[in-house]
């Protein structure tokens, strides 16, 4: 019972940490992004995967934005792995996808990326690519951020309140953001199922 008790109470305290400024500023990026006819290109690894197949899914289907990840491709991705290597896995498809300055790269990453500590380089290296063709870069983080909020035009990151919950409560606030953001009104072009139903 004091796990629960401790995780719930840690999920409040981030939810009324989060910084909502930058949630607004993501906001009017992807406004820009939509009317330019540009794309999303979301990149994670592990559970921030899991996340960009689903974000997907939502900004594609109720914002009316052209994405993509390339996590949902997992022939192209695993060839790409086998034959150029993980780190270049993610910046090769992005290159292959012809990323523009109409576009925008947003990451699910718990750690953000390092090229020192060899964390994330596939996400590092996506987003080095990003800054040379002008796209826009956004991401939700945990930790410090890393490389990610060090680049981002936008960038949330979860507070690590709880150093032995760092990974679950980043990855499940990832969620948490794109959800908000799909759904806000600014945003949402088209109704959900159970939020239309009588």
Known sequence: MDFIKQYLEDVSKISAQLDKNEIEKMIILLNEVRKKEGRI???GVGGGAGNATHAVNDFRKICGIESYTPVDNVSELSARINDEGWETCFVNWLKGSHLSS????????VGGGNIEKNISANIVRS????????ATICG???????????VANACVIIPPINSSTVTP?????QAVVWHL??????????????????
């Open 169 to 173: 409560l980043a990855e499940s606030f």
């Open 102 to 109: 109409d576009d925008m790269v947003f990451v699910f990453s």
């Open 140 to 150: 939700v983080v945990g930790r410090d951020g890393g490389y990610t909020a060090k």
């Open 127 to 134: 987003l080095e690519y990003a800054k040379e063709v002008n």
């Open 181 to 198: 953001l799909a759904s806000h009104p600014k945003l949402q072009i088209h109704d959900m199922k159970w939020e239309s139903t009588k």
């Open 41 to 43: 290109f979301f990149i």
